[in-house]
Nanobody, 121 residues
Framework: QVQLVESGGGLVQAGGSLRLSCAAS????????MNWFRQAPGKEREFVAG???????YYADSVKGRFGISRDNPKNTVYLQMNSLKRDDTAVYYC???????????????WGKGTLVTVSS
């Protein structure tokens, strides 16, 4: 039974920071690429950031320089550090896992249920 559980979402003021966590269970965590997606109301789900087994990260253009993805394999946890938050960052953020490289939503093998991030101005 694979489970991905996100946490850390909430309300934050524009310009502030927030760190999301995704705790994984039921899979060999270190063998999976871990990713973050987000979906704002009325919009399509979009890729935010991904990280390889070795810790090499990749980011969407909209968050480059502001967000940082990391993973702690012994804790089976992936993080998304969000800095300089903007109103456009408001969305439900989802953790996703894929056994290999891939940055599109259909490529993901497992999904969490999401955590809401609301950025106010």
């Amino acid at each position: 039974q694979v489970q991905l559980v996100e946490s850390g979402g909430g309300l934050v003021q524009a310009g502030g920071s927030l760190r999301l966590s995704c705790a994984a269970s039921g899979l060999s965590f270190s063998t999976y690429y871990m990713n973050w997606f987000r979906q704002a109301p009325g919009k399509e789900r979009e890729f935010v950031a991904g990280i390889s087994w070795s810790g090499s990260g990749y980011y969407a253009d909209s968050v480059k320089g502001r967000f940082g993805i990391s993973r702690d394999n012994p804790k089976n946890t992936v993080y998304l550090q969000m800095n300089s938050l903007k109103r456009d960052d408001t969305a439900v953020y989802y953790c996703a896992a894929r056994r290999g490289a891939g940055y599109s939503s259909p490529d993901m093998h497992y999904w969490g249920k999401g955590t809401l991030v609301t950025v106010s101005s």
